[in-house]
């Protein structure tokens, strides 16, 4: 058959086929049992051609709402942030994106030292001495942060607050039932971690602290006094952070955190419906031997050129097998890559200017609801989202804001049901202060 | 006298900037005013300093220092390193696929679940199972995936005594790997000379504790494991589950199905078969597969159809829970059906035609030159031993970096463990006779030089912009990140 992404020639296949010393194709599927073999063709949709199939899928995805038609105020670890032109221009180089691992280090430099460059950027933000190539996502990441605490103290109990990513706590359940490790919620006082509650839970037998900086609810979370709760016997102190955040806000590694994890979405990375985002994963250089993942370290060549390679290889899977405490293999490289672009072009300035950008929209909204009567029931300190409490159910709200061409904040009230009735906002540099009383005006009277 | 490509840190100059961000247009309230002291960063992070053009200079240079499909060819075993369709990329990058939130109302976001709802509906009919999920985002989360819903099956039964996975020798090591996350303990079962499950062997490991044999068909020396139905009612009488890593489906599309063999579970690799990028390690996409009496559990959400359009389905009380936040990696999924949908059910029978028949060629051309360890025919891909080339002092590594002076990029090496000085070799489908016929000329000349010139060989790379680089020190005295001198 003739299609464009298949070269093969009839004349070729005669060729190939003499040489092989077969008289068709069919016969080199001679080993296939006649039980098994699969007859005719499947029973899916014919090819189009590529102008109807773009045609098709051009209307498809003009079928969805998205965030640059519509105003959103949708965070809850998704967020619409300014992505530097650029970026895409980047990973379209398809040295870059039709690569795989960097196996061959001779003829894969590009890639090793680019990623080489984001475990640097990444190492910078969050404070933290080591850190790898990628995770899936934020979620995973703190998944496997909490697998690999229970692996290192040998503890199979783990503190995670409940002001923690509802869908980051969902992974983390999963995950925990093979190993048997036994998953407590610390519950939220004022939207930060109850401190007592935690301290109550703690004893020698945990594993690892997990908590959220800034939390799923936008709040700052005392990490100072969460530390000091959280390092009782061996156990660990695990944070996940938004990375941009932490342009403005003390790293976790200044705080004592072993572990920062967590998605660095925000740097380049196009919402996409949840995935492909960008997991990372830091540690202090105590744990450098157990980290999951791949590591690019520096090395030299034969004739001393500084070149970058695969290194600590014995942790992984392709090594250890059965032993190995992670079965990561593909991670997320092209959205490390996007994500180093991204915190380059922002570089020292930008990342600063922009995360206090966030924090000074933000407030600006939060002001303008308390001013017109809305109660925002967490009084601390935030980043770039906060709570507000509506007298009706946010769906019913979300329906009505989508008429004037506005995504609302987040349902709490799907994971809270103590919070029925409150909308987490978020609000990025990218929404204008027209657009903010926009929300606000529009939800009028729907204050509790 | 050489000199360093220099890393981004290093041509950071104080007082440029590369972005652009809106003027602030509410007040420019104080920092230091609502946040506590103590969490105000005092030292900034060292990230550069750099223009526009700085950025676009310092990556084109890079990405000429690395090596894509789209540079030249990259027989890859096991990785399927086919052509990536430049439309893939338009598609996925449509603001209503590349811009939409995840937690969007249903209603506004019915483009998607539909995309995703149909791919599933495909995969179903590609790998003959009756139910997919697309949340797992690469090969390796899919196989923990698929090993997390088989111990939910059991346990479900009252069978909490299925603690171990049966995993063949020649199996990916992320097989046994996923088998310790997921909880159980591996049981290995050895090949036969005919690189094949050993049944007698099987039969032996297998028992009331089995939870499952994971197996990849066409196994990892590129072989059609042909008694598999043997082995599945082996497996099944023995009250365990089969689990298909379907790492190589490209070998087998429209030629057996996963399901008609008698599998219960079966991840894909979108970015394999079906042509998401590799992206230089990822992100891919690991779909799961599986009979109807594991559909119970399958991870939360499922995509379903219900009268008023496409919906999130949370009320699934077996289900094992999430796998990943939110639905999987869509833009990967968005790339693979845009594959699937631009090749239809000809296009995908003529995929694996193609792969196995470059595969066999390239095989039957080069066994006069190595060792072939197995002398039949191989599906899309093939191993060859390097045993012959190593009494000469040449070894597999050495021949591997002699290609990178040809312009190619080297075959998987030392993979499967069972196979000496193993080259594990899979042209796929989008790769000309010309290309082929010039890679055999290759490997022909090394087979050569390994006799007449060897220190050829084992000098390799000649042509690189680094040489053999020291990874041992690299391991021994780690540097894993740049620091300011």
Known sequence: MLHRYLPMTEEDKQEMLKAIGVESIDELFSDIPESVRFKGEYNIKKAKSEPELMKELTELAAKNADIKRYTSFLGAGVYDHYIPVIVDHVISRSEFYTAYTPYQPEISQGELQAIFEFQTMICELTGMDVANSSMYDGGTALAEAAMLSAAHTKNKKVLVSKAVHPEYRDVLKTYAKGPGIEIVEIPFKNGVTDLEALKAEMNEQVACVIVQYPNFFGQIEPLKDIETIAHTGKSMFVVASNPLALGILTPPGQFGADIVVGDAQAFGIPTQFGGPHCGYFAVKSALMRKIPGRLIGQTTDEEGRRGFVLTLQAREQHIRRDKATSNICSNQALNALAASVAMTALGKKGVKEMATMNIQKALYAKKAFVENGFEVPFTGPFFNEFVVKLNKPIKEVNKQLLEKGIIGGYDLGRDYPELENHMLVAVTELRTKEEIDMLVKELGDSHA | ?485
Not at chain 2, 127 to 138: E, I, R, S, W, Y
Not at chain 2, 170 to 186: D, I, K, Q, R, Y
Not at chain 2, 292 to 319: C, H, M, T, W
Request: a negative charge.
């Open chain 2, 1 to 485: 006298m050489h000199k360093d490509q220099p890393l981004i840190f290093e041509i950071s100059k104080p007082g440029r900037i590369g972005y652009s961000l809106p003027e602030l247009d509410v007040p420019a309230v104080n920092v230091e005013e609502v946040i506590p002291a103590d969490y105000i960063r005092i030292q900034e992070p060292e990230l550069p300093e750099v223009s526009e053009l700085d950025i676009m200079r310092h990556y084109t240079a890079l990405s000429k220092r690395n090596h894509g499909v789209d540079s030249g060819f990259y027989p890859l075993g096991s990785c399927t390193m086919k052509y990536n369709p430049k439309m893939n990329e338009n598609v996925a990058r449509l603001s209503g696929f590349a811009h939409i939130h995840p937690l969007q109302p249903e209603e506004t976001v019915q483009g998607a679940l539909e995309l995703m709802y149909d791919l599933q509906e495909h995969l179903k009919e590609i790998t003959g199972m009756d139910a997919v999920t697309l949340q797992p985002a690469a090969g390796a989360h899919g196989e923990w995936t698929g090993l997390m819903m088989i111990r939910a099956y059991h346990e479900a039964n009252g069978d909490y005594k299925r603690t171990k996975v049966i995993v063949p020798d020649s199996a990916h090591g992320t097989n046994p790997a996923s088998a310790t996350v997921a909880g159980f303990e591996t049981v290995t079962v050895k090949s036969n000379e005919n690189g094949l499950v050993d049944l007698e062997d099987l039969k032996r490991v297998v028992g009331p504790d089995t939870a499952a044999l994971m197996l990849t068909n066409p196994n990892t020396l590129g072989l059609f494991e042909e008694n598999i139905l043997e082995m599945a009612s082996i497996v099944h009488e023995a009250g365990g589950k089969l689990y298909y890593d379907g790492a190589n489906l490209n070998a087998v599309l429209s030629k057996a199905r996963p399901g008609d063999m008698g599998f219960d579970v079966v991840h894909l690799n979108l970015h394999k078969t079906f042509t998401g990028p590799h992206g230089g390690g990822g992100p891919g996409s690991g779909p799961v597969g599986v009979k109807a009496d594991l559909i119970p559990f399958l991870p939360k959400p499922v995509v379903s159809k219900g009268e008023n359009g496409y919906y999130l389905d949370y009320d699934r009380p077996q289900s094992i829970g999430r796998v990943k936040p939110f639905y999987g990696n869509f833009g990967i999924n968005v790339r693979a059906y845009t594959y699937i949908r631009s090749m239809g059910p000809d296009g995908l029978k003529a995929v694996t035609e193609y792969a196995v028949l470059n595969a066999n060629y390239m095989m039957r051309r080069l066994a006069e030159y190595y060792d072939l360890p197995y002398d039949r025919h191989c599906k899309h891909e093939f191993v060859l031993s390097g045993k012959r080339q190593k009494k000469l002092g040449v070894r597999t590594l050495d021949i591997a970096k002699r290609l990178l002076d040809f312009g190619y990029h080297p075959p998987t090496i030392y993979f499967p463990l069972i196979v000496e000085e193993c080259m594990m070799i899979e042209p796929t489908e989008t790769e000309s006779k010309e290309t082929l016929d010039a890679f055999i000329d290759a490997m022909i000349q090394i087979a050569k030089e390994a006799e007449e010139n060897p220190e050829m060989v084992q000098e390799a790379p000649h042509t690189t912009v680094v040489k053999r680089l020291d990874e041992t020190t690299a391991a021994r005295k780690p540097i894993l990140r740049y620091q300011k001198q």
